[in-house]
């Protein structure tokens, strides 16, 4: 067993580790109060409105913790998530609880301390998302089965049991925790008489508890998540970008503390060779959670997050990560050694400075320019108010339902206003992550939709995740369901990079009956071209189609700021032929043309773009591509 046994005078101060807690801690309860509820935070909040053992894609932990924080303090974001950041706050207390038998209190400290110097790890509670109590969860599970493992105590077998249950509610991939346990217990062979101890078995059978929620619902409705997790979600075909996964994971890592990491994997693995069990214990743990996702990655899912799964590998080799540094130190390089930590810590800092950004979009757009900053967690807000005020701007009859192109704009109004009716026609999203199911058992998708006594409809589109196919298959899906569709507000936030269209319509009426469909304008830039350097006076041309209504303007946008306005004059019968042009009522005057002074811009990059507004109002960004100014 390892051990320190350094004099207390040189035990480290628990004053260092704690003011950095408390800071990181302080941080991440600021943004927690400031940040929108993101994608899948929203589906786990809305999740908590149903309850049910399991939902489509995971068991029932992150929508119960979601559930009894709104429950607990309120309808907010950060209500949302106060139990998933006290969970993801205590990590440090957990290595440092994982560590003092075997490492002392010196070392057990300093693993506290490099817990926040992983931004993975320092960063977890901050998102309501179910890696937070899966690795609460792992980390009491690991800490169980090592004290039983030690002391052969029947009581922490059953506390093991239980943690282990609790994680395997909480995540599929939980499971990589209890087969590391049986790996260990089997080629242990001073531990092989605890296969003989009542206390494993009944721990064991608790533990097993755990797969209830998930095999329930997956007999239930035909193995549906373990589909989503095990084949609809992966290619399992080669993909050449998932060798990029160890670099991936550096990066986010710290190269340094990557590389410490690692050291630290292959030093416990020869140290169990020569007999040491409990380093062998961490070494299978952290093994299993980052050979697996190292091996898979080249055939597994690379069009999602996945950067956190093999968080669970690194922490508990932070046990034993403050002998690997003492270790570099000795034989190669101080400097490296308290480089590792250091780097590490601005690597935390960077993470959640990367993801506070959404807070502050519109301060910060003015210095990094459009089409940078997530907006993932911002603008919801914004949206909900402009709903409010439907009722005072147009004239909508009294009852109506809501229906959304995306299931996190349904679940962010459902938020917003819980007395709300939001259905949505989502047939894209909701399969690609694995909610589709979950939507029809809710009677929240189109069948029950278009089953409601309540005819009128109000539509809304989140335009800026749309390109111009996805946002024509959206409308012509919504225009064979509901006639008239008629457009009738936008909500353009952060300069174009957030947009949303609202439309009124009824269903139950045939589609010929009813007005043309409001599809979005097509429009395409044919000068200047992509990444050319401007100077004097230069032309601004090119062509828009807007399907049934016409363009009423054309805007020339430098920066997002509108710098000349043209009008449709040219004739062009190419555009009519090739891209089915005669949709719109002005054909064949589709083409633009618009002369710019450059010299009125200062020298500099710059984004041009073209924004149509239709002959309803309706505006739509496109053409953009970057340009320099030198005059």
């Not at 950041?85 to 205590?90: I, Q």
């Not at 969860?137 to 002391?151: C, P, Q, S, V, Y």
């Not at 891209?579 to 710059?606: H, I």
Request: hydrophobic share 45%; glycine share 8%; proline share 6%.
């Amino acid at each position: 067993m390892m051990t320190n046994n350094a004099p207390t005078r040189n035990v480290l101060s628990p004053l260092p580790v704690a003011a950095l807690l408390l800071l990181i801690t302080s941080i991440k309860l600021m943004l927690a109060w400031r940040l929108e509820l993101y994608s899948d935070e929203i589906f786990y909040w809305q999740a908590s409105q149903f309850p049910a053992l399991a939902y489509s894609d995971l068991p029932f932990m992150a929508a119960l913790l979601a559930g009894l924080g709104s429950e607990l303090l309120g309808n907010t974001p950060l209500a949302v998530r106060s139990l998933f950041l006290l969970m993801g706050s205590s990590l440090p207390l957990l290595i440092y609880w994982l560590a003092l038998p075997l490492t002392g209190q010196r070392d057990a400290l300093t693993s506290a301390l490099l817990t926040l110097c992983l931004p993975m790890a320092a960063f977890l509670g901050l998102l309501a998302v179910p890696d937070v109590p899966m690795i609460f969860w792992g980390m009491l599970f690991l800490g169980m089965l090592e004290r039983a493992t030690r002391t052969g105590h029947s009581g922490y077998w059953l506390a093991a049991g239980v943690m282990a249950a609790m994680g395997l509610s909480s995540h599929y991939r939980f499971v990589l925790y209890p087969l590391a346990a049986v790996v260990y217990l089997l080629i242990a062979t001073d531990h092989r008489h605890y296969w003989k101890s009542p206390g494993l078995w009944l721990g064991g059978l608790i533990g097993l508890c755990g797969f209830i929620p998930a095999l329930s619902f997956n007999l239930m409705h035909d193995l549906s998540g373990l589909d989503y997790h095990l084949v609809d979600r992966h290619p399992w075909q080669f993909q050449a970008e998932g060798l990029m996964h160890p670099l991936i994971q550096a990066v986010i890592v710290t190269p340094l503390m990557y590389a410490a990491l690692w050291y630290t994997l292959w030093r416990t693995f020869l140290q169990g060779r020569e007999g040491d069990n409990r380093a062998t214990l961490f070494m299978l743990f952290a093994l299993f959670n980052l050979g697996v996702y190292l091996l898979l990655s080249p055939w597994s899912d690379t069009t999602r997050t996945t950067l956190h799964w093999p968080l669970s590998g690194y922490l508990p080799l932070l046990v034993f990560l403050p002998q690997t540094l003492r270790h570099i130190a000795n034989q190669w390089s101080a400097k490296a050694a308290i480089s590792t930590p250091l780097l590490g810590l601005l690597g935390t800092f960077l993470v959640l400075a990367g993801i506070g950004s959404q807070g502050f979009n519109q301060q910060l757009q003015t210095l990094v320019g459009n089409d940078v900053l997530s907006n993932k967690m911002a603008g919801w807000q914004p949206l909900a108010e402009k709903i409010e005020q439907l009722d005072q701007q147009h004239a909508l009859p009294a009852e109506r339902l809501y229906v959304t192109d995306n299931y996190y704009t349904a679940a962010q109004l459902s938020f917003k206003f819980p007395d709300l009716q939001v259905y949505t026609i989502d047939e894209d999203k909701t399969i690609r992550d694995g909610r589709a199911t979950q939507y029809a058992l809710w009677q929240r998708h189109t069948p029950a939709l278009m089953q409601h006594d309540i005819d009128n409809i109000v539509f809304i589109t989140e335009d800026s995740t749309l390109d111009i196919d996805e946002k024509t298959t959206v409308m012509q899906l919504a225009c064979s369901l509901f006639q008239p569709l008629n457009f009738i507000d936008q909500l353009t936030l952060f300069n174009g990079d957030k947009r949303f269209s609202i439309y009124y319509g009824q269903k139950g009426y045939q589609t010929s009956l009813g007005s043309p469909c409001p599809l979005p304008a097509l429009t395409w830039l044919d000068q200047p071209a992509e990444d050319v350097t401007l100077s004097g006076t230069v032309t601004i041309s090119g062509w828009s189609i807007v399907p049934g209504f016409g363009a009423r303007e054309i805007k020339v946008l430098l920066n997002r700021q509108s710098i000349a306005t043209a009008s449709r004059q040219i004739h062009r019968e190419d555009v009519v032929q090739l891209m089915n042009g005669d949709s719109d009522p002005d054909a064949p005057v589709l083409g633009f043309e618009v002369l710019v002074d450059t010299t009125q811009f200062p020298n500099g990059r710059y984004e041009l773009a073209i924004e149509t507004v239709s002959g309803t109002g309706q505006l739509r960004l496109s053409g953009q591509r970057r340009i320099s100014i030198r005059n």
